[in-house]
Nanobody
Framework: QVQLVESGGGFMQPGGSLRLSCLAS???????MAWYRRVPGGQRVLVAR???????NYIGSVRGRFTISRDNAKNTVYLQMNNLKPEDTAVYYC?????????WGQGTQVTVSS
């Protein structure tokens, strides 16, 4: 079993940057990793993912502003968020998946407001 702990959320003004981190309790080498987000009353939506081989995918609204990366040696996945917008406000969750094994972190709040 893998435990995921997110950090790095907080309050930021529009146009600012934040970097989220997701630390796993064990090796993530064999896991596809992703960041999701959920707004109040909404469902979790995929934001970005990075495969075991390093390929990445993004939803259209964050492409060019967010960058997902992984450091397998540190069992950590990052989400660099630049040019933040109020609509990026959400709870961000880290996700690890390998075949039928699926794990979630507890989430970290990101609030973007002037």
């Amino acid at each position: 079993q893998v435990q995921l702990v997110e950090s790095g959320g907080g309050f930021m003004q529009p146009g600012g940057s934040l970097r989220l981190s997701c630390l796993a309790s064990g090796s993530i080498n064999d896991y596809n990793m992703a960041w999701y987000r959920r707004v109040p009353g909404g469902q979790r939506v995929l934001v970005a993912r990075v495969a075991t081989g390093g390929s990445t995918n993004y939803i259209g609204s964050v492409r060019g502003r967010f960058t997902i990366s992984r450091d397998n040696a540190k069992n950590t996945v990052y989400l660099q968020m630049n040019n933040l917008k109020p609509e990026d406000t959400a709870v961000y969750y880290c996700n690890a998946i390998k075949w039928s094994d699926l794990y979630w972190g507890q989430g970290t709040q990101v609030t973007v407001s002037s």
